[in-house]
C-alpha cells in the first residue's frame, strides 16, 4: 500500500485538508472523497472531456492530473460554477438551447465553454467548435451546445444577469 500524502484545496470556496495515495487522479479524488459527483468519468483516457474542471481557473481534464499535483490549488467543479438558484450564463445557455441532450458529457462541455468565454468572451462560431474539440458528445451533434455557448456570451457581455 502507498504511503499518503496530504493535501489542501479550495474546492467550490470550501477548503480541504486530506491524505490521499500518490496516484490518486484529481476526479476520483473530487468523486469518492469529497463526493462532488457533477464531475464525470467518461473514458478514463483524456479523449472525452466529461471531466473538466477548472484549476486555478484553468480547465483540465481532471483524469490526466493526479490530486497531489492539486495541492494549493483553488478547484472549480460544475457544483460550483453557478450559485444556489441561479444558473451560470453557460449553463442557462445549455437548458435555453437544447445543448444538455443525455447530460453525461454536458458538465465537461460547460466548463470548457465557461474557460473559453472567460478568455475570449465574443468567440465565433469557430472558435467555439475549436474550443470544445477535447470535449466529446456521443448523443448527436454539436449545434445546439455551440448555441448554447454563443446565447451565454451574449448574455455574458450584456451584463445581464442569468435568471433577469
Same mark, same amino acid.
Given at each position: 500500500?502507498?504511503?499518503?500524502?496530504?493535501?489542501?484545496?479550495?474546492?467550490?470556496?470550501? !477548503?480541504?485538508?486530506? #491524505?490521499?495515495?500518490?496516484?490518486?487522479?484529481?476526479?476520483?479524488?473530487?468523486? @469518492?472523497?469529497? *463526493? %462532488?459527483?457533477?464531475?464525470?468519468?467518461?473514458?478514463?483516457?483524456?479523449?472525452?472531456?466529461?471531466?473538466?474542471?477548472?484549476?486555478?481557473?484553468?480547465?483540465?481534464?481532471?483524469?490526466?492530473?493526479?490530486?497531489?499535483?492539486?495541492?494549493?490549488?483553488?478547484?472549480?467543479?460544475? !457544483?460550483?460554477?453557478? #450559485?444556489?438558484?441561479?444558473?451560470?450564463?453557460?449553463?442557462?445557455?445549455?437548458? @435555453?438551447?437544447? *445543448? %444538455?441532450?443525455?447530460?453525461?458529457?454536458?458538465?465537461?462541455?460547460?466548463?470548457?465553454?465557461?474557460?473559453?468565454?472567460?478568455?475570449?468572451?465574443?468567440?465565433?462560431?469557430?472558435?467555439?467548435?475549436?474550443?470544445?474539440?477535447?470535449?466529446?458528445?456521443?448523443?448527436?451533434?454539436?449545434?445546439?451546445?455551440?448555441?448554447?455557448?454563443?446565447?451565454?456570451?451574449?448574455?455574458?457581455?450584456?451584463?445581464?444577469?442569468?435568471?433577469?
Amino acid at each position: 500500500m502507498a504511503e499518503k500524502v496530504r493535501i489542501r484545496v479550495q474546492v467550490n470556496g470550501v !477548503e480541504h485538508t486530506s #491524505e490521499v495515495e500518490p496516484r490518486q487522479l484529481l476526479v476520483y479524488y473530487l468523486r @469518492e472523497t469529497l *463526493g %462532488l459527483t457533477g464531475t464525470h468519468v467518461g473514458c478514463d483516457t483524456s479523449q472525452c472531456g466529461a471531466c473538466v474542471v477548472h484549476v486555478d481557473g484553468q480547465a483540465v481534464k481532471s483524469c490526466t492530473m493526479f490530486a497531489v499535483q492539486a495541492d494549493g490549488a483553488k478547484i472549480t467543479t460544475i !457544483e460550483g460554477l453557478g #450559485e444556489m438558484g441561479r444558473l451560470h450564463p453557460v449553463q442557462e445557455g445549455f437548458w @435555453e438551447m437544447h *445543448g %444538455l441532450q443525455c447530460g453525461f458529457c454536458t458538465p465537461g462541455m460547460i466548463m470548457a465553454a465557461a474557460d473559453l468565454l472567460n478568455k475570449n468572451p465574443n468567440p465565433s462560431e469557430q472558435e467555439i467548435r475549436h474550443a470544445l474539440e477535447g470535449n466529446l458528445c456521443r448523443c448527436t451533434g454539436y449545434h445546439n451546445i455551440v448555441r448554447a455557448v454563443q446565447y451565454a456570451a451574449q448574455k455574458m457581455q450584456s451584463g445581464v444577469a442569468a435568471d433577469d
